[in-house]
């Protein structure tokens, strides 16, 4: 069995896959059975303002959110600080960083080059560049694989990592030693595993076909002609005007990170942004890349059309990966865009091609976008958030209790076991520890055996009774990886 450090399970987590925190499309499509007419543009609007005052009251959104409609913004406004030592609050043109969504332009890029002729998406990394350390490896993935995450590549946040100075990594090149002689995680092309090492050596592509590094290269040829004049990949100790610090309850500790104090991300964050993410942008910035990539301002309409459809399944249902961003049906309307996530840091592009909105949540809090865009995701779509009913204190009381994760923890596995779920009755809801610091997570009934996430409705909690009336288990859904527990005595 290995355990790991909670503030590192959790950076591992944030970091290998932002969009596995957001619920899956298939939860999203069944979360309200209700659906009744569609809001209007003017309800969703007001909904959200009344929603993010709530959220910002409570200190549990910090960031800034932007909603509109082909070019007219429907919405936007800024919560929180930027800076709480210097009392900056947070404005719309403050900058956030992208976590994984700095993936988006990279692959953007690839497409440039394969649409120029300079490079083809069937070519493998050795053709593109012959100098890779690992040239058996780089003989077998093709960029497609690399763009799709099916090359087999790993994650560089690894222990390598963690124990390096950051100040080492400012270069796509300097990421290479993190992961060069490491063995494949399977062969390319067989399986779908999330690998920000895969976007690491789409940089090298990128500077190796063009002639270019890869900050000059998305600065000149994708930020530049979208009008994105706030968006770059500065290294963390560039002193960047209008910067947002992010702020974490991820401690190094063995509290769960919701009853720690925050504090700032700045010696948890690689040196500089790159191909696989990280730099930062605004809200406003994103909402030009969405129109520019959507008006066919950086691609021609084939490779558009290329780099806005998914290509391959993920766990999560209705969902595919594309090139360097999601697709997902949600009530039967398609959602395209990324996420991303690291300790203080959580943000969120959707673009809805065929109903014409863009939404944009930038946040430097941990988790504080996933709520935000859940609510838009369900009212553009056409669905109604759950009302919950009210169960009594005794009710809620015969939930309480620890539940453990099946199948057992399998200490041949290699894998981190996730420990004991313990769910606790607060009077009116109740509130699930996952001991991995997730004990913030409050539910709220939608029947006797049935609840939803307060700040995440499609994610749902059910209950499994015995002949005798007794809670025997209980299955968490609308997560990437659905999980069920039996209750321990």
Request: include cysteine; proline fraction near 6%; hydrophobic fraction near 40%.
């Amino acid at each position: 069995m290995r355990l790991i450090s909670p503030w590192r399970s959790l950076l591992a987590r944030c970091v290998a896959f932002a969009v596995l925190g957001l619920p899956t499309a298939a939860a999203l499509a069944e979360a309200v059975a209700d659906a009744g007419p569609r809001l209007g543009d003017a309800q969703i609007v007001a909904d959200l303002r009344i929603y993010l005052d709530k959220l910002a009251a409570q200190d549990r959104f910090s960031g800034a959110v932007l909603l509109a409609k082909g070019d007219q913004i429907l919405f936007e406004r800024a919560y929180g600080f930027a800076n709480h030592a210097f009392n900056a609050r947070n404005k719309l043109d403050t900058k956030f960083n992208l976590g994984s969504m700095g993936k988006m332009f990279t692959a953007v890029s690839i497409l440039q080059l394969a649409q120029q002729g300079k490079l083809s998406l069937a070519d493998t990394v050795l053709k593109l560049v012959p100098d890779y350390p690992d040239k058996e490896i780089a003989a077998k993935i093709t960029v497609h694989e690399l763009l799709t995450h099916t090359s087999g590549l790993g994650d560089f946040f690894n222990e390598k990592f963690f124990d390096s100075s950051r100040a080492q990594f400012r270069t796509t090149q300097s990421h290479v030693r993190l992961f060069a002689g490491n063995p494949l995680l399977f062969e390319p092309g067989a399986s779908w595993s999330y690998s920000n090492e895969g976007f690491v050596v789409l940089g090298l592509i990128i500077e190796h076909v063009s002639g270019e590094s890869y900050y000059d290269y998305v600065r000149e040829h994708v930020f530049r002609p979208a009008g994105m004049t706030s968006t770059d990949n500065s290294s963390t100790d560039d002193d960047v005007p209008n910067l947002a610090l992010g702020y974490t309850h991820i401690g190094d500790d063995d509290r769960p990170h919701l009853q720690a104090p925050r504090r700032t991300n700045v010696l948890m964050a690689p040196a500089r942004g790159g191909s696989s993410g990280g730099g930062y942008s605004t809200v406003e910035d994103l909402l030009r890349f969405s129109r520019s990539l959507q008006t066919q301002r950086l691609l021609n309409k084939s490779y558009t059309d290329l780099e806005m459809t998914g290509k391959v399944r993920t766990p999560a249902p209705n969902e595919k990966y594309g090139y360097g961003m999601v697709e997902a049906q949600v009530n039967g309307v398609r959602i395209v865009g990324h996420s991303g996530g690291f300790p203080g840091v959580n943000s969120q592009l959707d673009m809805y091609p065929d109903l014409g909105y863009t939404v944009v949540v930038m946040a430097n809090y941990d988790d504080a976008a996933r709520p935000v865009v859940e609510r838009l995701r369900l009212q553009l779509t056409g669905q109604r958030i759950p009302t919950p009913i009210r169960l009594s204190a005794e009710a809620l009381g015969a939930f309480a209790g620890k539940y453990a994760p099946q199948p057992p923890c399998n200490s041949q596995s290699g894998e981190p076991c996730m420990p004991p779920i313990e769910i606790i009755a607060d009077g009116s809801g109740l509130r699930l520890d996952d001991g991995r610091g997730g004990a913030g997570h409050r539910f709220l009934a939608l029947s006797a055996n049935e609840f939803f996430e307060e700040s995440v409705p499609s994610v749902r909690l059910r209950f499994d009774r015995d002949d005798a009336a007794r809670i025997v288990a209980l299955s968490l859904t609308g997560i990437r990886m659905p999980v069920t527990a039996t209750r321990l005595p």
